[in-house]
């Protein structure tokens, strides 16, 4: 049964950082595209940045520059390291693991960041 369990989202004044992790669960982690998606209220989820099994990563326009994806095969987690936080960054952030991708994957339960003053 594969899990995902993300953290580390909560309330950040602009231009503050947050961690994100996702630690995952049921799956061969090293094998597998780790990615984060955001949905803020009213519009779509999107894809945020992704890193495959040759840890290749790819971003969102919008955070290139302020945001890090990376991952820990020994520890089967993914991170979000999101620095210059704006206002638009607030969300709710989706882990997802897909074996491709052309496949769905699996969604975590999703965690808040809210970027406010």
């Known amino acids: 049964q594969v899990q995902l369990v993300e953290s580390g989202g909560g309330l950040v004044q602009p231009g503050g950082s947050l961690r994100l992790s996702c630690a995952a669960s049921?799956?061969?982690?090293?094998?597998?595209?780790m990615g984060w998606y955001r949905q803020a209220p009213g519009k779509q989820r999107e894809l945020v940045a992704a890193?495959?099994?040759?840890?290749?990563?790819n971003y969102a326009d919008s955070v290139k520059g302020r945001f890090t994806i990376s991952r820990d095969n020994g520890k089967n987690t993914v991170y979000l390291q999101m620095n210059s936080l704006k206002p638009e960054d607030t969300a709710v952030y989706y882990c997802?693991?897909?074996?491709?991708?052309?496949?769905?994957?699996?969604w975590g339960q999703g965690t808040q960041v809210t970027v406010s003053s």
């Open positions: 049921g799956i061969i982690f090293r094998l597998y595209i």
């Open positions: 890193i495959d099994s040759s840890d290749i990563t």
């Open positions: 997802n693991a897909r074996t491709s991708w052309t496949s769905t994957g699996n």
